[in-house]
């Protein structure tokens, strides 16, 4: 039987962006890409994909500022992979929005490491990431999450499986050209009213 893990054990193996990042980029120049090989050239279009939507989003400042005067402290928790695409069009985003407030600590957890936590919040019965989950830190009680894509984008993947899921790398272009054209205003949207609602 498997023991659930705590917030704290969370914390003890969560790293921060910046250190999730480099561990990236260094797995490349290493040549042991996250995956195996055959992820090494989607890890490399992520890293450079991360490094342009972290610097150029325009960040909601209705989000920036509730962010700065959020009064409960929080735990966000993000499963990711570096060689998932929604993990690179979402994470840099999440990162830079939680760094607005001193109440957010954001923790990232490799799904493929530690999927007794990934097999808590599956998605329709599948391991889909970017998924975040938002604790108290004073009762390490879950109140919020969120993923694995904004919903339009999700909705994108819905209705592809429900046509019977023929031709993924089509339904995948699809996906990003949706990513190109919102460029993180949905994601933030979304955030903006899981913040509100945690805050009430």
Not at 3 to 27: C, H, R, V, W
Not at 56 to 80: D, R, Y
Not at 109 to 137: C, Q, S, W
Request: include cysteine; aromatic fraction near 6%.
């Amino acid at each position: 039987m498997t023991t659930l893990m705590s917030l704290q054990e969370i914390k003890k193996i969560g790293l921060d962006y910046e250190t999730f990042a480099a561990e990236s980029q260094k797995s490349l120049v290493m040549n042991v890409p996250r995956g195996g090989e055959e992820m090494a050239e989607h890890i490399n279009l992520n890293n450079r994909r991360m490094d342009r939507i972290g610097r150029k989003t325009e960040l909601n400042q209705e989000l920036v500022e509730f962010l700065g005067k959020m009064q409960k402290s929080q735990t966000w928790v993000l499963l990711a992979e570096p060689w998932c695409g929604d993990v690179s069009q979402n994470l840099p985003i999440i990162s830079r929005l939680a760094a607005f407030s001193d109440k957010i600590d954001l923790q990232i957890v490799y799904r493929d490491d530690h999927l007794d936590l990934m097999d808590r919040y599956l998605t329709n019965g599948a391991r889909a990431i970017p998924k975040m989950i938002v604790f108290e830190d004073e009762t390490e009680k879950e109140i919020a999450s969120w993923g694995p894509r904004p919903q339009a984008a999700q909705q994108i993947v819905v209705d592809w499986k429900k046509a019977g899921g023929n031709n993924k790398p089509e339904m995948l272009a699809n996906v990003q050209k949706w990513y190109a054209k919102d460029k993180g205003q949905t994601l933030q949207a979304e955030l903006l009213e899981l913040v509100q609602k945690t805050e009430k």
